[in-house]
């Protein structure tokens, strides 16, 4: 199938990016010694962070020590975290994802109604023209449609509103420790809180991940997180479902000055729901060449962006050769 109806792998993205920001979140607020009433999350980390700087050593490594505890750290890492968050900022770039058994490479912008994409190549070919004109019947639809715009932009700010929430209401799930380096990362491990009792089917789900993480410490940027599932986790007393295993990767990079991205996303959840059918849950994703929009980019502006790139074709080989 040449596209998916509807914002692109919302629900794989959104819980990726829930598991993802509430280990962040999570481990940065274990660390805190207070919060300061009235104060906003990020004025809330970012005065930690900076207060932590007076502590004294709490690991060491040959050749190299560390000011910062692993949740003081990563508490800094968040305030720059959520700071992006905060701006706002508009992006387009292109997305490498694997459909089904198909690789789709598309070009996605964030306009100020909502996200709007266009496919350019389906296994690294161009698309043919009745390809390409069932593509732009896609988009075409979408952008005369108010309604269904509408209910993508809330579903995207729905998103953004849960997780915010979600964030905010998870201090303590995860122990964490510094790992060593790699190259010229910082590496920490985390894993489950045994105190901790998550209050929801998804804080379930999150609080039994364990893995890595990378930062640039310099920068005070997450750059990679690798989490498994460390154990089932069982919904209802099994009655709802459950899921038997799963691992999520992802990384970050770089777009801008103190602008990151997320680059990579990898999730394999499997495990049964209710009337016991199977589910297993992928998403594989690459992402580049992100360049920074108008704010206030409206959809017609948007549809010209996407529309000035050409994906190259690739060339036949010659007889013989």
């Known amino acids: 199938m040449l596209y998916r109806t509807g914002q692109p792998a919302r629900t794989l993205l959104f819980f990726f990016l829930l598991t993802a920001g509430s280990l962040l979140l999570v481990t940065a607020m274990h660390a805190l010694p207070g919060k300061p009433a009235g104060a906003s999350p990020v004025a ?32 800094a890492v968040v305030a720059n975290e ?6 706002l900022l508009k992006w387009i770039w292109i997305i490498e ?17 909502g996200p709007i994409y266009r496919v350019l190549a ?18 075409g639809h979408l952008l005369k449609d108010p309604g269904l715009l509408l209910k993508l932009k809330q579903a995207q700010d ?40 998550p209050p929801t089917y998804e804080t379930r789900v999150i609080h039994s991940l364990a893995g890595t993480i990378l930062i640039d410490s310099e920068r005070k940027r997450l750059t990679k997180v ?16 459950r899921i038997d295993s799963g691992t999520m990767e992802f990384g970050r990079v770089e777009v801008g000055p103190k602008q990151w991205k997320t680059a990579f996303i990898n999730i394999h959840f499997s495990g ?23 704010s206030d980019l409206s959809l017609s502006d948007a ?11 690739p060339q036949t080989p010659k007889s013989g050769h």
Not at 122 to 139: E, H, M, W, Y
């Open 303 to 313: 549809k010209d962006l996407l529309g000035s790139r050409v994906f190259p074709t």
């Open 44 to 75: 809330q980390l970012i005065s930690s962070a900076l207060a932590a700087r007076t502590a004294s050593a709490a690991r060491q490594y040959p050749g190299q020590s560390y000011p910062l505890t692993a949740g003081e750290l990563v508490a």
């Open 82 to 87: 959520l700071a992006d968050r905060e701006q």
């Open 122 to 139: 389906i296994d690294g070919a161009a698309l043919n023209p009745g390809q390409r004109q069932q593509d732009d019947a896609r988009l």
């Open 97 to 113: 994802k694997r459909v089904g058994k198909e690789t789709l490479t598309e070009e996605q912008v964030e306009t100020r109604d």
């Open 226 to 241: 690798v989490g498994h599932l460390e154990n089932r986790v069982v919904f209802g007393y099994g009655l709802l479902g």
């Open 158 to 197: 729905d998103d953004e509103l849960k997780l915010q929430e979600l964030l905010t209401m998870m201090p303590h799930a995860f122990l964490y420790d510094y790992d060593g380096v790699d190259e010229n990362l910082l590496r920490l491990k985390f894993r489950p809180n045994p105190e901790y009792t």
């Open 272 to 294: 049964r729901v209710a009337l016991f059918k199977t589910i297993s849950r992928d998403e594989y994703e690459r992402r580049s060449d992100f360049r920074l929009v108008a």
